[in-house]
């Protein structure tokens, strides 16, 4: 069963929009990360957050944590076609797993 | 420097007959995870290996399923009497250390089972 679920399933804007894409799980964990995954290839990670964390940035990428509503956002800012791409979150569960439970995604489509 | 390699990159077969999906890790990278991925879907967990610790195989859909790693770098996925709904994208990662949680992935390995 998927652990992380993403919402929306796909998202439409144009260049320079903001772009937010949510996560949410179901039990409690350890960390959540955010990876990129361009069309035909593997992964890249994004960025980490951990439980005890409440946002974290990384250049134009801003990630939220609510542990008490069992959800995380990702915010892209002023977002560039080559932001194109979809976007997954994964959670690691407490208790020693390194084994991270990844969503559905969230398919990012930026129109210039 | 060098990141996640995975070979073949594409791969058909017939159905029945077995494959060979093959991934070289970051050097120096501990942890190995293999995932499946179908059309449209998230990330299926596969198999982990962490170091010389027997690997943690939950993830493996079948028995026709397994992997090995040899020593503690290059691993092999093997999927024995293919069935079509083995049909997807076989992912390969790899993470620094134990500790880490940053995952480097490959570039997969598309399988059509035919």
């Known amino acids: 069963s998927q652990q992380g679920e993403e919402d929306p399933q796909a998202l439409s804007i144009q260049e320079g929009e903001n772009a937010t894409m949510n996560c949410s799980y179901k039990?409690?964990?350890?960390?959540l990360q955010w990876y990129r995954q361009n069309s035909g290839r593997g992964l890249v990670h994004l960025i980490l957050?951990?439980?005890?964390?409440r946002e974290k940035h990384s250049g134009r990428l801003r990630v939220t944590l609510d542990t008490s509503k069992k959800s995380s956002s990702l915010l892209i800012t002023a977002s560039r076609a080559a932001d194109t791409a979809s976007y997954f979150c994964?959670?690691?569960?407490?208790?020693?797993?390194?084994?991270?439970?990844f969503g559905r995604g969230t398919s990012l489509i930026v129109h210039p | 420097g060098a990141g996640v390699s995975q070979s073949p990159s594409n791969k058909v077969t017939e159905k029945g007959k077995d494959v060979e999906l093959r991934c070289d890790p970051i050097?120096?990278?501990?942890?190995l995870y293999w995932y499946r991925q179908s059309l449209g879907q998230g990330l299926e967990f596969l198999i982990y290996?962490?170091?010389?610790?027997?690997?943690?195989k939950s993830g493996l859909p079948s028995d026709r399923f397994s992997a090995e790693r040899t020593g503690g770098s290059v691993s092999t996925l093997t999927i024995q009497r293919t069935q079509q709904e083995d049909s997807a994208v076989y992912l390969c990662?790899?993470?620094?250390?134990?500790?880490?949680?940053?995952?480097?992935f490959g570039p997969g390995t598309r399988l059509t089972v035919t």
């Open positions: 990662a790899s993470t620094r250390t134990s500790g880490s949680y940053e995952q480097y």
């Open positions: 039990t409690s964990i350890n960390n």
């Open positions: 957050i951990r439980s005890n964390e």
């Open positions: 994964a959670t690691v569960p407490w208790g020693g797993s390194y084994i991270p439970t």
């Open positions: 050097s120096g990278h501990t942890a």
């Open positions: 290996f962490q170091g010389n610790s027997a690997p943690d």
